[in-house]
């Protein structure tokens, strides 16, 4: 069991900026790769960005390609999402995710942290 704890959600204005944290359990984070998502009231669960385990490959959704950045540092075990210019259709459950085994799935996910994003 490897367990996920996000932090660093809040209230935003739109325009600003917030950083979310993922800290994970274990000794072989730096073999995961790590996804962010994020579920909005009324709406199905959506993928935001993934990084690679080890040639830090970054993958985003359209929605959020070139203002959020997702980061790893291995030697912290976190992953991060950094989230700058949020709007208001940013505001979501975030959840980071872990992809032990390199399948399409994801095999562990945080609790979530709520981000609001105020106009």
């Known amino acids: 069991q490897v367990l996920l704890l996000e932090s660093g959600g809040g209230l935003v204005q739109a325009g600003g900026s917030l950083r979310l944290s993922c800290a994970a359990s274990?000794?072989?984070?730096?073999?995961?790769?790590m996804g962010w998502f994020r579920q909005a009231p009324g709406k199905k669960r959506d993928f935001v960005a993934r990084?690679?385990?080890?040639?830090?490959?970054?993958t985003y959704a359209d929605s959020v390609r070139g203002r959020f950045t997702i980061s790893r540092d291995n030697a912290k075990n976190t992953v991060y999402l950094q989230m700058n210019s949020p709007q208001p259709e940013d505001t979501a459950v975030y959840y980071c995710?872990?992809?032990?085994?390199?399948?399409?799935?994801?095999?562990?996910w945080g609790q979530g942290t709520q981000v609001t994003v105020s106009s």
């Open positions: 995710a872990a992809d032990a085994d390199y399948a399409r799935e994801y095999d562990y």
């Open positions: 274990g000794r072989t984070f730096s073999r995961y790769a």
């Open positions: 990084i690679a385990a080890r040639d830090g490959y970054t």
